[in-house]
């Protein structure tokens, strides 16, 4: 009976330990395969609610991720960069239309007059090198809805609003003409000094379908990207800030 025992007790041992490393090798076998898929070119994937991003006009991304000052970069593609993005890594995309953008969920969010002034640092930065750069950023739990543009390193238009609030974060420069077909929200006017204003049916409070509609109209909508049949697969850039 010993003997049978420890006959038996050699053999779970050996079949336990094999599993173990079946188990081991197979985990090792999907990092690697996750790896390789994140180098994959694949086509683009849709974003921007309950987000942030930067576009810039530029097709060089490799420059945008260092101007962003990130870290730890390596190639990635749609798939695993946009995911990783919404998990607060940034991913810079590959072009679309002449832009770059620029997407995480731990980006500066303009959502403070502190945040303004980081993101507006960062704009000046971006077109100082490149032609113009944008910002937008959207989440609907609060309501808080923002963009900005820059050009040539000067800030030409800054709208910033917050729903649960009811007030306006920041609002500088000239109206472009996208939002001059529209009477926006201004808590900081004269008119909104009347106790009536905010009962107005004229006034268009900001959601995250304008903000896409102010994409689409100063560059480029990410909201709709997986419905193009004009747009290639490629390979962006995920890192750190």
């Known amino acids: 009976m010993v003997i049978i025992g420890f006959i038996l007790g050699a053999f779970l041992f050996w079949y336990f330990s094999k599993k173990k490393k079946e188990s081991v090798l ?58 990783k993005a919404y998990r607060g890594n940034v991913f810079v995309t590959p072009a679309i239309d002449g832009w770059t953008l620029v997407c995480s969920s731990e980006l500066p969010a303009g959502d403070s007059e502190a945040s303004v002034k980081e993101v507006k640092n960062l704009l000046e930065t971006l077109s100082r090198t490149f032609e113009e750069a944008q ?83 100063w560059s480029v909508d990410p909201s709709n990207l997986e419905v193009r049949t004009d747009l290639e697969p490629g390979l962006g850039i995920l890192g750190v800030r």
């Open 26 to 83: 197979s985990d090792a076998k999907v990092s690697t395969a996750s790896a390789v898929e994140q180098t994959i070119p694949d086509l683009p994937l849709s974003f921007g609610y309950k987000s942030m991003w930067f576009a810039v006009k530029t097709d060089d991304k490799q420059k945008v991720a260092e101007l962003m000052q990130l870290k730890n970069i390596e190639v990635c593609n749609w798939q695993v960069g946009i995911q």
């Open 135 to 217: 910002f937008f950023c959207t989440h609907r739990v609060v309501e808080f809805h923002s963009w900005m543009k820059a050009r040539a390193g000067v800030v030409k238009r800054i709208y910033s609003y917050l729903g649960e609030s009811g007030q306006n974060i920041a609002i500088e420069g000239e109206v472009t003409d996208f939002e001059k077909s529209v009477n926006l929200v201004n808590t900081f006017s004269e008119e909104a000094k009347d106790e009536n204003y905010f009962d107005r049916e004229d006034i268009v409070w900001p959601n995250e379908s304008f903000v896409m509609q102010v994409a689409a109209n």
